[in-house]
């Protein structure tokens, strides 16, 4: 397929369609959504429209490498979040403490990886 308008349009429902049908399971199962959603289900769709474009296997590893160091802070973001909010914290606020910490822990993870 040569037309970038119509691939863009294909890799925008087929992604959509998988977060849609993530977050309807977790609100049926949110133990059950929270485990596919931890899975790396949009790294692998990624990878996958990576792929489909023609991008280079050094360019896919550089991604994936980008995913490994947002695991650390993306990490603790969660832990934060679901420790704040198991505690009755007002959401937004939970939300942006664990923003600040994402963003600071990332700043470090990046200023050792460089």
């Known amino acids: 397929m040569s037309n970038p308008a119509v691939q863009l349009v294909i890799k925008m429902v087929v992604s959509g369609v998988f977060v849609g049908l993530i977050s309807e399971l977790a609100k049926r199962l949110p133990r059950v959504g929270g485990l596919l959603a931890a899975l790396p289900v949009i790294s692998l769709l990624t990878i996958f429209w990576l792929l489909v474009d023609q991008q280079t296997n050094t360019q896919i590893a550089h991604f994936i ?19 704040l909010l198991e505690r009755n914290a007002q959401f937004g606020l939970a939300l942006a403490i664990s923003a600040v910490v994402l963003i600071a822990v990332w700043l470090v993870v990046r200023a050792i990886a460089s």
């Open 65 to 83: 490498r980008g995913i490994l160091f947002g695991l650390i802070p993306t990490s603790l973001f969660l832990l934060l979040l679901m420790f």
